[in-house]
């Protein structure tokens, strides 16, 4: 589905991404892990298409993304680690605006569908200002998703989130992870990241150093991190231990 | 696409308070000023000497029709009586008609018949010189006719002279008979008609402050663009939409629309109360609209030059403030250089004069 060859990205003169290569299939469930400043973000924003590598290519179903942009764009979902909502309409007005905002039609059924699985026709007449982070996040999630995108990208859904709706959260991207759509998503909770991803991928400054099933974790650990030769990186896989 | 719009707009006046301030404000300082400008157009009248040496009917008829004109104060005084009255400022200025001004003029000798005396505090004296030009102009032509068809009939008698004389000046009644309005070729399409200087150039500093007004509204509107950059709102919308051409005409539709709307409801109001004095709606709003039109433009591509909004805020309102006080001052002395016409205030009044 997306082929990344060998890109870089600078940042005022800071690499953020040092040569990395992967290839998404479609139906993946992929997770990203890695420290803070690691190019985790980055790279998502490159796969959603808001920022441009500096060097090296990226390909949409054999295609560069300049070629492909407009069907590469009505068919990504990206929920933005920031809650990029507005906040003085109230979570109906807001779906309906991203509703109506949308290149593609949207189905009302899906928008039903989506605020059901997250539980948000009891705030929906509430402005988004006066809702906590949890329920803003939810929100923030679900615009993302209003309309049925193939790819589906979320970066930290969970941070900030109360058990119970981390659990609704969980809950709708299993589904949706059955119904063949595809995941790729940035966060430190191993909870998510155990209950939802196939697949793994571990940034350490820049650079794409693990990119396999999860089972094949536990082996690269013990390879890599034996000596904790990298502290950071070491206690957020240690954490999954717990 | 309705509820769309419905919603955006909705977001853009989201501030409802402060959407209510910027429609309700122009109306509220309009209303609080008008009764003063009109009761103060109503009552001023300009005070002028008027001194002549001898009482003839004719003199007295060239006086009343001065006076005629509902701003014209004429006081009857003494040659040294009126330079007093000037100097204390009692009058605005003088008008002193030498010895056998009528003779002289009905034989056709206009120079040098009248000393026009002024201080330095004088200033609506122009708008009455040109009052008193036309009326002795109106007498000498009429004089003139009565002087030619007295000779060529050989008629002699003061009484037939008065005749022909009277005969002559239906033709005066209840305006001239034949009237030339000069203006400059390139500029005749979009003058307005029979404005004195006086009366226009007020009316144009007013009508340059609400397109300034309006102006600063667009400003403050286009604020929330900058704040939903920073939310990550825009590149959402960029990501949801495809592009983001879409949203921001949508959006400056909205914006300039309602500013737009603004500017002609004010220049609409304001202009009522001063339609007896000769303003005319019509002849301003085209230019208005146009110049308006451009200074949109301008304002939304300085969205995309000015990455923060401190930044745009103060270039927006130092660039405007320059372009209302300097193209006023420029137009008011009649002295513009060519520089000047950066300023859409410069032509705005070019448009209108």
């Given at each position: 589905?997306?082929?990344?060859?060998?890109?870089?990205?600078?940042?005022?003169?800071?690499?953020?991404?040092?040569s990395v290569s992967a290839t998404i299939h479609k139906g993946d469930s992929i997770g990203i892990i890695g420290p803070n400043g690691a190019g985790k973000s980055t790279f998502l924003k490159i796969l959603a298409s808001i920022?441009?590598?500096?060097?090296?290519?990226?390909?949409?179903?054999g295609a560069s993304y300049k070629e492909k942009?407009?069907?590469?764009?009505?068919?990504?979902?990206?929920?933005?680690q920031d809650i990029a909502l507005y906040e003085d309409l109230t979570v109906q007005d807001q779906i309906l605006f991203w509703q109506k905002a949308s290149k593609q039609k949207v189905a009302k059924e899906y928008v039903n569908k989506v605020m059901s699985a997250l539980d948000l026709f009891g705030v929906q007449d509430k402005k988004v200002k006066a809702l906590s982070g949890g329920w803003k996040r939810k929100v923030n999630v679900s615009i993302g998703l209003l309309h049925n995108p193939e790819l589906i990208l979320l970066d930290e859904p969970t941070a900030g989130v109360d058990l119970a709706a981390k659990e609704d959260l969980i809950q709708w991207l299993k589904l949706l992870q059955q119904g063949g759509k595809t995941l790729v998503m940035v966060s430190h909770d191993w909870d998510i990241l155990n209950r939802i991803c196939e697949k793994i991928m571990i940034f350490q400054k820049g650079k794409?150093?693990?990119?396999?099933a999860f089972s094949k974790l536990e082996e690269f650990e013990l390879n890599n991190f034996g000596n904790e030769t990298d502290k950071d990186l070491g206690k957020l896989l240690k954490l999954r231990m717990r | 696409m309705g509820m769309y719009l419905f919603l955006l707009n909705k977001l853009i006046h989201q501030n409802k308070w402060r959407s209510l301030f910027m429609i309700s404000f122009p109306f509220l300082l309009w209303f609080m000023v008008v009764p003063f400008v009109t009761d103060t157009l109503d009552e001023s009248e300009i005070p002028i000497a008027w001194v002549v040496e001898e009482e003839t009917n004719e003199m007295n008829t060239i006086a009343q029709q001065i006076e005629n004109h509902p701003r014209i104060e004429l006081t009857h005084l003494t040659k040294r009586e009126a330079y007093r009255a000037v100097q204390t400022n009692e009058v605005e200025a003088a008008f002193l008609l030498h010895d056998d001004f009528?003779?002289?003029?009905?034989?056709?000798?206009?120079?040098?018949?009248?000393?026009?005396?002024?201080?330095d505090k004088s200033f609506f004296d122009s708008f009455v010189k040109e009052k008193v030009a036309s009326e002795i102009m109106r007498f000498a032509l009429s004089s003139k006719a009565a002087n030619d068809v007295t000779q060529y009939r050989g008629l002699t008698t003061?009484?037939?002279?008065?005749?022909?004389?009277?005969?002559?000046?239906?033709?005066?009644?209840?305006?001239?008979?034949?009237?030339?309005?000069?203006v400059p070729y390139e500029e005749a399409e979009v003058l307005p008609e029979n404005e004195n200087s006086f009366q226009s150039k007020g009316y144009a500093a007013l009508i340059g402050f609400w397109l300034w007004y309006a102006w600063m509204i667009f400003v403050v509107l286009l604020l929330s663009l900058y704040k939903w950059k920073s939310q990550g709102i825009i590149e959402r919308l960029r990501l949801h939409q495809g592009s983001l051409i879409p949203f921001y005409i949508r959006f400056y539709l909205l914006t300039s629309g309602f500013a737009l709307l603004l500017l002609l409801m004010i220049c609409y109001l304001s202009s009522r109360p001063l339609q007896e004095f000769g303003f005319s709606y019509s002849s301003i709003i085209y230019p208005s609209v146009i110049v308006f039109a451009v200074i949109l433009m301008i304002t939304f591509s300085f969205t995309r030059i000015f990455k923060s909004p401190y930044l745009f805020l103060l270039v927006s309102i130092v660039y405007s403030l320059l372009s209302l006080f300097f193209s006023f001052l420029t137009f008011t002395s009649d002295n513009q250089s060519k520089w000047q016409v950066i300023f859409p205030h410069t032509w705005l009044y070019q448009l209108i004069f």
């Open positions: 589905m997306i082929q990344v060859d060998q890109i870089n990205k600078y940042i005022k003169k800071n690499q953020i991404l040092n920022l441009k590598p500096d060097r090296g290519k990226i390909y949409y179903q942009l407009k069907e590469l764009r009505s068919n990504i979902g990206y929920i933005p794409l150093i693990f990119f396999d | 009528l003779n002289h003029i009905q034989a056709g000798k206009m120079n040098e018949q009248i000393t026009w005396v002024r201080s003061r009484e037939d002279w008065r005749k022909v004389y009277q005969h002559a000046e239906q033709y005066w009644e209840p305006e001239p008979l034949f009237q030339m309005n000069f």
